[in-house]
């Protein structure tokens, strides 16, 4: 999820701990937002973006290190600390949670494995989510006085947005299953979820020198939106295939394809971008890149 998102999460979950255990709640409110500080590493440029986010503050190695730590602290320096700690651990595991869901990706086994897991139930920016969050912010408020309520307040909103991530698990295998059986040949099919109707998917598969991209309607299994875009891959020179940028995106997404191509007599020009993820049109990752006459690169322009 956006980092906006898990910080409302993490205060809507928290509150209800605020008043019995201060140090948790603060703990599980910064827990949810911690991980997400990997994004600094867009300090180091583009490319460190795309290698770092989502990657070791994602792991389970990091929260059982920061569990380590509350267990330490416990011993050291008594309960305060250590509860704070503990609270971090568990907002950790609630963002971690989340952003499988979503189709960015997730290293949750680095560095045993570098491999990216997306669940592909919600995407990142989500309205029904952020719907149920304030609403549950706003009684929060509304209760503020009233100490009793806080805990039932929070535990109902955890619960509840359990069962709608549980809810949204159905709905993408619905979806999945509904774009296998569209075309049974496919080799492989991404089924990406939208931001603000559930039951809203968009899809992309291979075909032969092209991918095929549509809209999916999970409850009717009606599609719409269909294109078919043609792919230039099998032509792609070998300078751009080397770009780290290049192979980092595709690393990403394997419908990170070449979609346009434009050759004069002494210049080439090569557009990449991922069909996959098309929601608001994004165009996060496209590589433009001139080429000249021997297939050098002129320059090129990253997306990121
Ligand atoms: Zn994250």
Not at 286 to 295: F, Q, V
Request: with cysteine; hydrophobic share 50%.
């Amino acid at each position: 999820m956006d980092i906006v998102t898990h910080a409302l999460i993490g205060a809507t979950a928290a509150a209800g701990w605020l008043p019995s255990q201060p140090e948790l709640a603060c703990g599980v409110v910064l827990g949810n937002v911690v991980p997400d500080l990997d994004a600094f590493s867009r300090l180091g440029g583009k490319q460190a973006f795309i290698r770092c986010h989502q990657t070791y503050t994602h792991s389970l190695a990091a929260m059982a290190a920061v569990l380590l730590v509350s267990v330490g602290l416990h011993f050291v320096s008594g309960p305060v600390w250590s509860m704070f700690v503990l609270g971090l651990a568990i907002g950790m595991v609630m963002h971690v949670g989340l952003d499988l869901t979503n189709s960015y990706g997730v290293q949750w086994a680095w560095p045993i494995s570098r491999r990216r897991v997306a669940l592909d139930w919600i995407f990142f920016i989500d309205l029904p989510a952020l719907i149920l969050t304030i609403a549950a912010l706003g009684l929060i408020g509304m209760f503020g006085q009233d100490m009793a309520m806080l805990p039932w307040v929070s535990g109902i909103y955890v619960g509840l947005l359990f069962v709608y991530v549980a809810m949204r698990s159905l709905i993408a295998r619905r979806a999945q299953r509904l774009a296998k059986e569209s075309d049974e040949a496919a080799e492989r099919t991404a089924v990406i979820p939208t931001t603000w109707l559930p039951w809203m998917f968009l899809v992309c598969r291979d075909l032969e020198n092209a991918s095929e991209t549509f809209a999916l309607n999970a409850i009717t299994g009606q599609q719409s939106q269909a294109r078919t875009v043609a792919t230039f891959d099998a032509e792609l020179p070998a300078a751009v295939s080397e770009l780290i940028e290049w192979q980092a995106m595709r690393a990403l997404s394997p419908y990170y394809r070449a979609v346009e191509q434009k050759q004069s007599s002494d210049e080439q020009a090569i557009v990449v971008r991922d069909l996959r993820i098309r929601n608001f049109d994004t165009r996060f990752g496209t590589l433009t890149c001139r080429l000249d006459a021997e297939g050098q690169i002129i320059d090129k322009q990253w997306e990121v």
